[in-house]
């Protein structure tokens, strides 16, 4: 069993930045790729980032390329959400999420989940 620990989020201006980190402790002694993923009230979550373990290869949705960074820290068992240039409609429930298998970032379906930090934009 792998848990994470989101942190990070608040309340920011349109334009400014916040860093999301996530925390895995348990049995981090695996290999887990990493991804961050969002839910804005009354919508469907949606993939935001994702990085793989193996080959630090990032991959970003459309409407947060360029804004938003994924790193990660593996002596620390730490992934980040780097995100500058927040929009209003960045506002969402941010949550951190990891398995052994890249597919399942991809597919959304990941075996564990964070309990989610929210980030509030205000215009």
């Known amino acids: 069993q792998v848990q994470l620990v989101e942190s990070g989020g608040g309340l920011v201006q349109a334009g400014g930045s916040l860093r999301l980190s996530c925390a895995a402790s348990?049995?981090?002694?695996?290999?887990?790729?990493m991804g961050w993923f969002r839910q804005a009230p009354g919508k469907e979550r949606e993939f935001v980032a994702r990085?793989?373990?193996?080959?630090?290869?990032?991959y970003y949705a459309e409407s947060v390329k360029g804004r938003f960074t994924i790193s990660r820290d593996n002596a620390k068992n730490t992934v980040y959400l780097q995100m500058n240039s927040l929009k209003p409609e960045d506002t969402a429930v941010y949550y951190c999420?990891?398995?052994?298998?890249?597919?399942?970032?991809?597919?959304?379906?990941?075996?564990?989940w964070g309990r989610g930090t929210q980030v509030t934009v205000s215009s």
């Open positions: 348990g049995r981090t002694s695996s290999s887990y790729h």
């Open positions: 990085i793989s373990w193996t080959s630090g290869i990032t």
């Open positions: 999420a990891a398995d052994t298998y890249m597919r399942a970032i991809v597919a959304g379906t990941p075996d564990y």
